[in-house]
């Protein structure tokens, strides 16, 4: 019997057998899977086109947690740089600037403001703000200070300067009737401000700031305790998306151990090597 008998017989065979019955299936159930993988992906992109246009519009929300921190939030952005690009130029220009492969960049503007209130709740005891008077000469005196607020355990400024102070004496006299002789009646010091330098600060802020997943979207947030924390500008990109564990995911190449039908002997095989595949799970 000639080879291309045999290989007609085989084909023959195979046509009328109950597994090119089962990969008609498979495949109707994979053309299926996939349609379906192809509306989820979709849908993704349409939900990240959404976040995106949320995040050009959005304003920062500000709310008070539990623990008593203010916390500011907004909307970010999500996507690959030549997306960012042309939503936000600054944004992904900051990102650029960066070593390495960025997944995901914040930028945020803060404003630390108190009021006088705030200022003497919180500052020290005058008597350990103002410091021993160091004589430079006889009119002229050098008070070093420091300005201390602690607000907690890991929030508070330390301001430390000194200031130089001048003292002019202007003495005053009168005449004593029948007397030519000057008599001091009485004098006055005058206080005279000659200069206030700062030598040093020193603050502490614990600032927690991040991105969150919240009511389906991407939030960028930002919070602390400190007194008078208010952020004025707040913006964020998600470039590395994270890929969801789901089911048919798509066509692969992959190289490994794959079972398939030989037409010349006419029985099933297993064969090692390059396969054409279709992912079921990917995670």
């Not at 109707?28 to 995106?52: F, G, H, P, T, Y």
């Not at 090692?272 to 799970?281: E, M, N």
Request: proline letters at 3%.
């Amino acid at each position: 019997m000639s080879s291309l008998t045999k290989i007609f017989k085989a084909t023959w065979s195979f046509l009328n057998s109950k597994l090119l019955g089962y990969a008609i299936a498979l495949i109707l159930v994979i053309w299926i899977a996939q349609m379906c993988s192809n509306i989820r992906d979709l849908k993704e992109e349409i939900d990240n086109a959404n976040q995106n246009n949320s995040a050009l519009v959005d304003t920062l929300k500000k709310e008070r947690l539990k623990t008593g921190e203010l916390q500011y939030s907004i909307d970010g952005f999500i996507g690959d740089i030549e997306t960012l690009k042309k939503l936000n130029k600054g944004l992904a220009d900051e990102v650029e600037k960066q070593k390495g492969k960025v997944i995901s960049l914040n930028r945020i503007i803060i404003l630390l403001k108190q009021d006088t209130t705030d200022l003497n709740k919180y500052i020290d005891s005058l008597r350990t703000v103002l410091e021993e008077p160091i004589k430079l000469n006889d009119t002229t005196y050098l008070v070093p200070w420091t300005l201390a607020y602690t607000y907690d355990s890991t929030n508070y400024d330390i301001f430390k300067g000194e200031t130089k102070i001048g003292l002019t004496t202007d003495r005053f006299y009168k005449l004593t009737p029948g007397n030519l002789n000057k008599e001091m009646d009485w004098s006055l010091i005058t206080v005279n401000h000659e200069g206030t330098k700062m030598l040093s600060r020193v603050t502490q802020i614990e600032l927690v700031w991040g991105q969150k997943w919240e009511k389906g979207k991407l939030r960028v947030f930002a919070n602390s305790k400190y007194p008078g924390f208010n952020v004025t500008n707040m913006e964020g990109v998600l470039l590395d998306v994270p890929k969801r564990s789901h089911w048919f995911t798509g066509f692969s190449v992959n190289l490994g151990i794959m079972p398939t039908y030989d037409f010349l002997q006419g029985k099933p095989v297993i064969v090692v090597g390059p396969s054409f595949g279709y992912t079921i799970y990917s995670f």
